[in-house]
């Protein structure tokens, strides 16, 4: 049985016709793009992208005929073509490049609202459709980043159909942006749910079980092995609830909440602390803690759960009720 039951989640929401239809094929439609004068260019790096009054800040195309690198077409909206740019500097080769909106900038008292923000911060403080189009930029600008090369020959690659696509001159493979697909799953048991915490959290922090599917591998039989390995217990057939984007670097997470049968933690997954039942008495309290400013739960709540931009928190407030 699949059952579509939350809201949408951040990260999606852009309101934007991607030109995937073949237009992207035709080089003189991509130049009409260009030279349009209602076109215009989001700007992102590693410490975030561009923001002012709250809003993402768009700069004419014209200004960035100087940029080191070329822009990448989002799409085309109501108010004509939006393009990216990564305006880091070059990378050298050999280098695992620095991920776009990795280094948002943090504070302890109200939301940025010049300059740049992080993916984090920007899903908490902007619009859902302009969160929806940072996690795309975010997404494409890194494949960009990441695949500079041909992963066939070892040659050097270049972006073709306005970002969608790189390829390489040499051998003729074009490659295209990937997703990695990951479950993450709510464990029930009545009245309580099977969360777990890796090392690398904060303390007190625990959440929904998840794990990157493998191949050959459904995403019900992930679920299973994901869960008999990180809990050690054994659950029945999986219900897809909803999915989300997660560009930390390139994730799609789908969420399913899954019926417990037997077993008990721990399981034996290095990777995690603890993993262990909770029951709504004992979450209620911190899902009553509000979001600081940047979507982080509050530091001195007794339980920490995700943030709320997270799909793992509101498979678990989806749950409580």
Excluded at 103 to 132: M, N, P, S, Y
């Amino acid at each position: 049985m699949v059952r579509v039951v939350l809201d949408a989640n951040a990260f999606t929401g852009a309101r934007l016709d991607r030109a995937a239809d073949g237009r992207r094929r035709d080089d003189a439609w991509l130049a009409s793009q260009r030279e349009d004068p209602r076109a215009r260019v989001l700007l992102a790096g590693t410490a975030g992208v561009a923001i002012t009054n709250d809003r993402l800040a768009y700069v004419p195309f014209a200004r960035t005929a100087s940029s080191l690198e070329p822009p990448v077409l989002l799409g085309v909206d109501r108010d004509g073509p939006l393009f990216a740019i990564d305006e880091g500097p070059p990378i050298p080769e050999a280098t695992r490049p620095p991920l776009i909106g990795w280094q948002g900038r943090l504070g302890d008292a109200g939301a940025v609202t010049e300059g740049r923000i992080g993916l984090r911060e920007a899903v908490a403080a902007l619009a859902q459709d302009e969160g929806g189009v940072v996690a795309y930029t975010a997404g494409l600008l890194n494949w960009h980043r990441r695949n500079r090369f041909c992963s066939v020959c070892g040659a050097s690659t270049v972006p073709r159909e306005g970002g969608y696509l790189r390829r390489c001159d040499r051998c003729g493979t074009d490659h295209h942006p990937r997703l990695d697909p990951v479950v993450i799953m709510l464990v029930i048991d009545r009245d309580r749910v099977l969360l777990g915490r890796q090392h690398t959290w904060p303390p007190r922090r625990y959440s929904a079980l998840a794990g990157f599917v493998a191949q050959g591998e459904s995403l019900e039989e992930a679920v299973v092995r994901e869960v008999a390995e990180e809990a050690g217990v054994e659950v029945g057939h999986p219900d897809y609830v909803a999915s989300q984007p997660w560009p930390f670097p390139s994730s799609l997470m789908l969420g399913f909440t899954v019926p417990w049968i037997s077993g008990e933690p721990p399981g034996t997954d290095p990777e995690l602390e603890d993993v262990r039942w909770f029951t709504r008495e004992e979450l209620m309290p911190a899902t009553a803690q509000e979001d600081s400013w940047d979507g982080t739960p509050a530091a001195d709540a007794e339980l920490l759960l995700p943030p709320r931009l997270a799909i793992a928190r509101r498979l678990i407030e989806h749950w409580m009720g």
